[in-house]
């Protein structure tokens, strides 16, 4: 079975809107894009390489789908750009009638069914990058094996949250994590089953 890897960046208030440019999601009146480049440095460019530096497929939700459409295929002699436009895409959306990026193809019928059979095909890991909606479906069918999330020393107060009321709980083990000279914490996690509760309380 293939793995799902979720990559992520996030505010330290857990906002994860328009990490890339001022432009790149104003939703919502959101005025804050571009939050997470001047903390950018080679070791972060290091990680993202080795978490793309193998054979996947994409798996998107539409709004991610669209901006990274809409830049990737302009980007020249880079090795981020060719892998991404090289890889094979999935991208689920009700709205959508088409995709036009190379080699995408749409998620038709129930999401959580449609993803659980591609990672039962044969095929390279499948990685989601933003996609914050799907990444609440993917939960909610237990199909994330893995969580990258960069962690950024900002605190906007408002836009997406990538966990927001009506995150389906779930436990997680870390696996590895870093810091980079900017601050930002780099941390893997796997899934781990459902929360552990208990309570601090004497009987």
């Not at 497929?57 to 539409?62: C, E, S």
């Not at 999935?90 to 990026?101: D, H, I, K, M």
């Not at 609440?136 to 906007?156: A, N």
């Amino acid at each position: 079975m293939r793995k799902i890897r979720v990559n992520t960046f996030l505010t330290l208030d857990g906002v994860m809107q328009a990490p890339g440019g001022p432009e790149e999601d104003t939703s919502g009146g959101f005025k804050h894009g571009g939050w997470s480049v001047n903390y950018w440095d080679d070791r972060m460019g290091q990680m993202m390489g080795e978490f793309m530096g193998k054979p996947y497929d994409l798996l998107l939700g539409r709004k991610t789908y669209e901006i990274f459409a809409a830049h990737w295929p302009n980007v020249k002699d880079d090795s981020a750009a060719n892998s991404l436009n090289n890889a094979k895409k999935y991208v689920a959306s009700r709205t959508l009638n088409s995709v036009e990026w190379q080699n995408s193809s749409l998620i038709k019928g129930d999401v959580g069914e449609q993803v659980s059979a591609l990672k039962d095909q044969a095929g390279p890991e499948i990685q989601v990058h933003g996609s914050g909606n799907l990444i609440q479906t993917l939960m909610k069918h237990d199909l994330i094996d893995e969580f990258q999330v960069m962690i950024f020393p900002v605190l906007l107060g408002t836009g997406k949250r990538l966990f927001a009321d009506g995150t389906i709980p779930a436990g997680l083990m870390l696996v590895e994590s870093q810091t980079s000279s900017t601050g930002v914490v780099i941390a893997k996690y796997e899934r781990a089953g459902e929360v552990k509760y208990g309570s601090f309380a004497l009987d």
